[in-house]
């Protein structure tokens, strides 16, 4: 074959379009630290805008932590939820399972904005509102469709002898489960934690609506205040600057987690 | 999806127990977090209740026809519905595209995959707030790189006219989702046994015919669990169009989730109303995905 | 008629679906009732300082100034307030989250587009005894307090104000040979000048710049030249929009030549507001109606001259705009959260934190501080609120029928400027419409 003739508009195509989709992280990686009227960094290049983002209201370590906090808890709680609720819903027959695995699915069919106040009064209800507990919580369920769905097709795909074996061995279920299954799921449970935590990380309008304690926001309510300045004006420095600290460790927690994340997808039964 | 087989050996009643205490956990979320949540939604959506001044008893069923009466509202279905279509089907062609591009191990095409996969680190809200920086005529690169190359004279309008600002958002959502719904299309690929291909070719198909006789077939739940999933966020958009557009210009790119915010919190502040929007959100998607899932079945079979 | 607040709190911990769903509604159904004023008068008129923690919400584009008084109040008195910033966008949803279960802190601001709304819907406290007792009560900014005023009743004080003011860019004046030390006095002088600096043909420099596509924007930059003409804009219960009368259509068409004749910044039209400011810190616009807070940032890139903004054949008007601040609904500290309200007017906080601090005071006796006589400009801003055509416009729906994106008002002025006019009374018939609900 001729190789090379053939491959190099491949390399071209394939080239350009890993360009398209890296360029708007360059460019807001770079545009945070150049000089743009209207923002910290008006004259020359520099930090301006990340030792705004550093000094705002109760330092950024605060809020860095909050959000540790709230994604850390988020991932707990969805890994063990979903892990339990997984197992039993690709091992088990039970009365309701499929209404509960239904209902479960529709939480991704309902608009957010419209469950914030209900569960704002119910969190109140419950002691737990203005708390990052309680905001995990709920950033938890709205994980449940994702991660008991993926942990659901991971048990599927896990052979049934493996299980079966251990039974035999004299384990019961929840030992089978702890010794034998988590090892077989875990490309799974990796894609469910990985996820559960981009989105704790990211999320915006819960924490904004649930937490009313300044102390206790996390990250992306502190960008979301330096962003907006008098009458509606943006400050862009401090937008791409608060991109940039919200995307940074994201990124890097993905290019580490790839392979088992990928992994995670292959091992499901969603092979066609 | 769905795959149930019957145990083997009859434990019966204490497996049925077990399988209960497992789905425990999910069971308390969902009831908890969203049944109950829910409910009330579906009594404020029958109730006359203020975002201020609280319940103020039984309205039914004045919020829905104020709902459906609303000026805004056909307008905001026709927009939600044509941003889906346009959404979903740009992006399962670019995801199988890309798909299909990155399909063999190599440096190269591990490089390439995690290009595309890492938008997908960002929060849509990140996402879309660093493609209102892009898009911005006064800070943004295009406009200048496209006046350098002598495309454009003026400043460019991205999110000027209806068109642009629809299709302006359509890049943000391929850029941001392109990669998680490649990587679902390209596991299904990589399902296929080499020996189908081989067998095809032995027959003298060509590689169109492969692609429409073979591939599509062959990866057709995954498909259309990418549809599923890309056409409920498409109908429920909501932070790509409140940070990019708020729904302009003159009100042409508002969604239906968008009405919903602002009949809550943007100048109505009415629950009720926008209870029942979501009420009748909520059953649409239903209706439409258990339509889907049918659908799904029936050629399965 | 105020708002739900759950009376029993964890009584029982909900069992099953149904009694959490009762529990709800019952927590929801179960309204407060109107909270007398006397706690707010207990501590007198300059309530108490008894080492009391306060609450206060603000949003996020007050934060220096919130910050600033904050500071002050809390290094010079036993109670302390904690702050919370909220971003602007975000900021009715977060209320009324709050709002709806009992959960307001001791005291929250509004910008004043709000207010009506909110002093109707019983979020705050009545204070109108206690204004009347305050010895400069006469003096107060009287458009946040008209704003916040429901039934006869006064339920906010002005917090941090912001109005809008002529500003030119005088180096863009002397190279078009105009007089770098006169703005426009007139409507006529303005489109004149606007489009002296036009006809420079600089590139990027455009003679001005609007929000063409932002409600509040117009609403914060356009009603004062309409005030300044001596006409109104609102009946006087904010129910009829008289945004169709002879002086508002002079206004339309002064916007409307601009545009036409390339004097305005083709990217005005789609301008949201997120930038509308931009250009002229960047010193590309000639002159334009821009928020006098943004002096000093103006200051830093741009040698620029201010005056109030003009009517079509003179007289002076800004619009009073920014933030009132009242004591909540859900407030158990009425009278210590009073004593920050009457330090926040006292000439203590207004010339000492906000005037040092470059910002606009709340009382027109102190307009001409000792901080502001070193900048005449300061002094032009700090007089202007007290020009009897200044004004705060009040309306129960203001929000959505100006300031929301896509209301009524944006549609009615993007017709007349970008096309050519057409469909005024039917674009103010779709105003009054949300305005009488």
Same mark, same amino acid.
């Given at each position: 074959?001729?190789?090379?003739?053939?491959?190099?508009?491949?390399?071209?195509?394939?080239?350009?379009?890993?360009?398209?989709?890296?360029?708007?992280?360059?460019?807001?990686?770079?545009?945070?630290?150049?000089?743009?009227?209207?923002?910290?960094?008006?004259?020359?290049?520099?930090?301006?805008?990340?030792?705004?983002?550093?000094?705002?209201?109760?330092?950024?370590?605060?809020?860095?932590?909050?959000?540790?906090?709230?994604?850390?808890?988020?991932?707990?709680?969805?890994?063990?939820?979903?892990?339990?609720?997984?197992?039993?819903?690709?091992?088990?027959?039970?009365?309701?399972?499929?209404?509960?695995?239904?209902?479960?699915?529709?939480?991704?069919?309902?608009?957010?904005?419209?469950?914030?106040?209900?569960?704002?009064?119910?969190?109140?209800?419950?002691?737990?509102?203005?708390?990052?507990?309680?905001?995990?919580?709920?950033?938890?369920?709205?994980?449940?469709?994702?991660?008991?769905?993926?942990?659901?097709?991971?048990?599927?795909?896990?052979?049934?002898?493996?299980?079966?074996?251990?039974?035999?061995?004299?384990?019961?279920?929840?030992?089978?489960?702890?010794?034998?299954?988590?090892?077989?799921?875990?490309?799974?449970?990796?894609?469910?934690?990985?996820?559960?935590?981009?989105?704790?990380?990211?999320?915006?309008?819960?924490?904004?609506?649930?937490?009313?304690?300044?102390?206790?926001?996390?990250?992306?309510?502190?960008?979301?205040?330096?962003?907006?300045?008098?009458?509606?004006?943006?400050?862009?420095?401090?937008?791409?600057?608060?991109?940039?600290?919200?995307?940074?460790?994201?990124?890097?927690?993905?290019?580490?987690?790839?392979?088992?994340?990928?992994?995670?997808?292959?091992?499901?039964?969603?092979?066609? | 999806?769905?795959?149930?087989?019957?145990?083997?050996?009859?434990?019966?009643?204490?497996?049925?127990?077990?399988?209960?205490?497992?789905?425990?956990?999910?069971?308390?979320?969902?009831?908890?977090?969203?049944?109950?949540?829910?409910?009330?939604?579906?009594?404020?959506?029958?109730?006359?209740?203020?975002?201020?001044?609280?319940?103020?008893?039984?309205?039914?069923? !004045?919020?829905?026809?104020?709902?459906?009466?609303?000026?805004?509202?056909?307008?905001?279905?026709?927009? %939600?519905?044509?941003?889906?279509?346009?959404?979903?089907?740009?992006?399962?062609?670019?995801?199988?595209?890309?798909?299909?591009?990155?399909?063999?191990?190599?440096?190269?095409?591990?490089?390439?995959?995690?290009?595309?996969?890492?938008?997908?680190?960002?929060?849509?809200?990140?996402?879309?707030?660093?493609?209102?920086?892009?898009?911005?005529?006064?800070?943004?690169?295009?406009?200048?790189?496209?006046?350098?190359?002598?495309?454009?004279?003026?400043?460019?309008?991205?999110?000027?006219?209806?068109?642009?600002?629809?299709?302006?958002?359509?890049?943000?959502?391929?850029?941001?989702?392109?990669?998680?719904?490649?990587?679902?299309?390209?596991?299904?690929?990589?399902?296929?046994?080499?020996?189908?291909?081989?067998?095809?070719?032995?027959?003298?198909?060509?590689?169109?015919?492969?692609?429409? !006789?073979?591939?599509?077939?062959?990866?057709?739940?995954?498909?259309?669990?990418? %549809?599923?999933?890309?056409?409920?966020?498409?109908?429920?958009?909501?932070?790509?169009?409140?940070?990019?557009?708020?729904?302009?210009?003159?009100?042409?790119?508002?969604?239906?989730?968008?009405?919903?915010?602002?009949?809550?919190?943007?100048?109505?502040?009415?629950?009720?109303?926008?209870?029942?929007?979501?009420?009748?959100?909520?059953?649409?998607?239903?209706?439409?995905?258990?339509?889907?899932?049918?659908?799904?079945?029936?050629?399965?079979? | 008629?105020?708002?739900?607040?759950?009376?029993?709190?964890?009584?029982?911990?909900?069992?099953?679906?149904?009694?959490?769903?009762?529990?709800?509604?019952?927590?929801?159904?179960?309204?407060?009732?109107?909270?007398?004023?006397?706690?707010?008068?207990?501590?007198?008129?300059?309530?108490?300082?008894?080492?009391?923690?306060?609450?206060?919400?603000?949003?996020?584009?007050?934060?220096?100034?919130?910050?600033?008084?904050?500071?002050?109040?809390?290094?010079?008195?036993?109670?302390?307030?904690?702050?919370?910033?909220?971003?602007?966008?975000?900021?009715?949803?977060?209320?009324?989250?709050?709002?709806?279960?009992?959960?307001?802190?001791?005291?929250?601001?509004?910008?004043?587009?709000?207010?009506?709304?909110?002093?109707?819907?019983?979020?705050?406290?009545?204070?109108?005894?206690?204004?009347?007792?305050?010895?400069?009560?006469?003096?107060?900014?009287?458009?946040?307090?008209?704003?916040?005023?429901?039934?006869?009743?006064?339920?906010?004080?002005?917090?941090?104000?912001?109005?809008?003011?002529?500003?030119?860019?005088?180096?863009?004046?002397?190279?078009?040979?105009?007089?770098?030390?006169?703005?426009?006095?007139?409507?006529?002088?303005?489109?004149?000048?606007?489009?002296?600096?036009?006809?420079?043909?600089?590139?990027?420099?455009?003679?001005?710049?609007?929000?063409?596509?932002?409600?509040?924007?117009?609403?914060?930059?356009?009603?004062?030249?309409?005030?300044?003409?001596?006409?109104?804009?609102?009946?006087?219960?904010?129910?009829?929009?008289?945004?169709?009368?002879?002086?508002?259509?002079?206004?339309?068409?002064?916007?409307?030549?601009?545009?036409?004749?390339?004097?305005?910044?083709?990217?005005?039209?789609?301008?949201?507001?997120?930038?509308?400011?931009?250009?002229?810190?960047?010193?590309?616009?000639?002159?334009?109606?821009?928020?006098?807070?943004?002096?000093?940032?103006?200051?830093?890139?741009?040698?620029?001259?201010?005056?109030?903004?003009?009517?079509?054949?003179?007289?002076?008007?800004?619009?009073?705009?920014?933030?009132?601040?009242?004591?909540?609904?859900?407030?158990?500290?009425?009278?210590?959260?009073?004593?920050?309200?009457?330090?926040?007017?006292?000439?203590?906080?207004?010339?000492?934190?906000?005037?040092?601090?470059?910002?606009?005071?709340?009382?027109?006796?102190?307009?001409?501080?000792?901080?502001?006589?070193?900048?005449?400009?300061?002094?032009?801003?700090?007089?202007?609120?007290?020009?009897?055509?200044?004004?705060?416009?009040?309306?129960?729906?203001?929000?959505?029928?100006?300031?929301?994106?896509?209301?009524?008002?944006?549609?009615?002025?993007?017709?007349?400027?970008?096309?050519?006019?057409?469909?005024?009374?039917?674009?103010?018939?779709?105003?009054?419409?949300?305005?009488?609900?």
């Amino acid at each position: 074959m001729p190789k090379l003739a053939l491959r190099t508009p491949y390399y071209v195509l394939t080239g350009g379009l890993a360009v398209i989709f890296l360029f708007p992280l360059f460019w807001a990686g770079l545009r945070s630290v150049s000089p743009q009227a209207g923002t910290a960094q008006v004259h020359g290049w520099g930090l301006g805008n990340y030792q705004t983002l550093a000094h705002y209201q109760s330092g950024i370590w605060q809020y860095v932590l909050n959000s540790c906090i709230v994604s850390g808890l988020t991932v707990v709680f969805t890994l063990a939820v979903s892990l339990l609720g997984g197992y039993a819903f690709a091992r088990f027959a039970f009365p309701g399972k499929n209404l509960l695995f239904m209902l479960t699915l529709a939480i991704l069919m309902v608009p957010y904005a419209t469950l914030l106040i209900p569960l704002y009064v119910l969190l109140d209800r419950l002691g737990l509102q203005n708390s990052l507990v309680g905001l995990s919580l709920v950033l938890t369920m709205f994980q449940l469709p994702f991660a008991t769905f993926m942990m659901r097709i991971s048990f599927e795909a896990v052979p049934r002898e493996l299980e079966e074996a251990a039974l035999v061995d004299g384990c019961g279920t929840l030992r089978a489960l702890l010794l034998v299954l988590v090892r077989a799921v875990q490309p799974g449970l990796v894609t469910v934690g990985l996820f559960a935590f981009l989105a704790a990380w990211n999320d915006f309008i819960t924490p904004l609506v649930l937490i009313s304690d300044s102390s206790k926001l996390p990250l992306p309510v502190a960008i979301a205040n330096l962003r907006a300045q008098v009458m509606g004006v943006i400050d862009y420095g401090a937008t791409e600057a608060g991109v940039v600290v919200l995307a940074l460790p994201c990124i890097v927690l993905f290019i580490l987690l790839q392979r088992q994340y990928v992994r995670g997808f292959m091992s499901g039964a969603l092979k066609g | 999806m769905g795959r149930q087989r019957r145990h083997p050996g009859g434990l019966g009643r204490r497996r049925r127990l077990a399988g209960w205490v497992y789905a425990t956990p999910t069971a308390a979320f969902v009831l908890l977090f969203f049944v109950v949540p829910l409910l009330l939604v579906t009594q404020m959506s029958v109730s006359d209740w203020g975002l201020f001044n609280g319940d103020q008893g039984l309205n039914a069923p !004045h919020n829905f026809t104020a709902a459906v009466d609303q000026d805004l509202f056909w307008p905001a279905v026709r927009f %939600t519905v044509e941003y889906t279509v346009v959404t979903t089907a740009i992006l399962v062609g670019c995801a199988l595209g890309l798909a299909m591009l990155v399909q063999e191990s190599t440096r190269w095409t591990g490089f390439l995959r995690t290009a595309v996969l890492v938008p997908s680190a960002l929060g849509l809200a990140s996402a879309s707030l660093l493609f209102y920086a892009l898009y911005s005529p006064g800070s943004g690169p295009f406009g200048q790189i496209m006046q350098h190359l002598g495309i454009s004279s003026g400043p460019v309008e991205f999110l000027g006219t209806p068109g642009h600002a629809l299709w302006s958002t359509v890049a943000l959502i391929v850029w941001r989702y392109a990669g998680f719904y490649m990587l679902l299309l390209l596991v299904a690929l990589q399902g296929i046994p080499a020996e189908v291909y081989e067998a095809a070719e032995v027959d003298g198909a060509g590689r169109w015919q492969r692609f429409v !006789h073979i591939t599509v077939p062959l990866i057709r739940p995954s498909l259309a669990l990418c %549809t599923i999933l890309c056409v409920t966020g498409s109908l429920l958009a909501f932070d790509q169009f409140y940070i990019l557009t708020k729904g302009g210009p003159d009100n042409s790119t508002l969604t239906i989730v968008q009405l919903i915010y602002n009949a809550a919190f943007a100048g109505r502040d009415d629950l009720g109303l926008a209870a029942a929007l979501s009420i009748i959100v909520l059953a649409a998607l239903l209706v439409l995905n258990i339509g889907q899932f049918r659908w799904l079945r029936g050629k399965e079979n | 008629m105020i708002g739900i607040r759950p009376t029993r709190r964890h009584r029982r911990r909900p069992l099953t679906v149904l009694a959490a769903v009762v529990a709800l509604t019952a927590a929801a159904c179960s309204s407060g009732g109107g909270k007398s004023n006397q706690s707010v008068a207990q501590g007198g008129i300059n309530g108490l300082d008894d080492g009391t923690t306060l609450t206060l919400w603000t949003r996020a584009p007050l934060e220096l100034q919130a910050n600033l008084l904050v500071k002050a109040y809390n290094a010079s008195h036993k109670n302390q307030v904690k702050l919370t910033i909220v971003p602007n966008d975000d900021y009715v949803t977060k209320v009324g989250a709050a709002a709806g279960s009992g959960g307001l802190p001791d005291l929250f601001a509004s910008d004043v587009v709000y207010a009506a709304n909110w002093s109707k819907a019983g979020l705050w406290q009545d204070i109108t005894g206690q204004i009347s007792k305050l010895p400069y009560a006469a003096s107060i900014d009287k458009g946040p307090i008209e704003a916040g005023t429901y039934n006869g009743k006064e339920y906010v004080l002005p917090f941090v104000m912001d109005l809008s003011v002529m500003m030119w860019n005088k180096t863009l004046y002397k190279e078009a040979g105009l007089d770098p030390n006169q703005g426009p006095t007139t409507l006529a002088d303005f489109v004149t000048q606007a489009k002296a600096i036009a006809a420079l043909h600089k590139p990027g420099v455009y003679g001005t710049y609007f929000g063409g596509n932002c409600g509040g924007c117009a609403v914060f930059t356009w009603f004062p030249m309409i005030w300044a003409s001596g006409q109104n804009v609102l009946n006087a219960d904010g129910t009829k929009s008289l945004l169709d009368s002879g002086t508002a259509k002079q206004v339309y068409a002064a916007w409307r030549d601009l545009w036409t004749s390339g004097a305005v910044d083709p990217a005005s039209k789609d301008e949201t507001g997120a930038t509308w400011v931009g250009p002229f810190q960047q010193g590309d616009i000639g002159v334009m109606p821009y928020p006098a807070s943004l002096l000093p940032t103006v200051e830093k890139t741009v040698d620029a001259g201010v005056a109030p903004i003009p009517g079509v054949t003179g007289g002076e008007s800004t619009f009073m705009g920014g933030d009132g601040i009242g004591v909540s609904k859900d407030s158990k500290h009425e009278a210590e959260a009073w004593n920050f309200l009457a330090w926040l007017l006292s000439s203590d906080a207004q010339v000492n934190v906000l005037a040092a601090n470059q910002s606009i005071v709340s009382r027109s006796d102190l307009a001409d501080n000792k901080y502001a006589a070193a900048d005449p400009r300061v002094v032009t801003i700090n007089k202007v609120a007290a020009s009897p055509d200044s004004k705060t416009p009040i309306a129960v729906d203001f929000q959505q029928a100006f300031n929301a994106a896509g209301s009524p008002w944006v549609t009615l002025f993007r017709d007349q400027v970008f096309n050519g006019g057409a469909n005024l009374e039917q674009d103010n018939s779709a105003v009054n419409s949300v305005l009488s609900q």
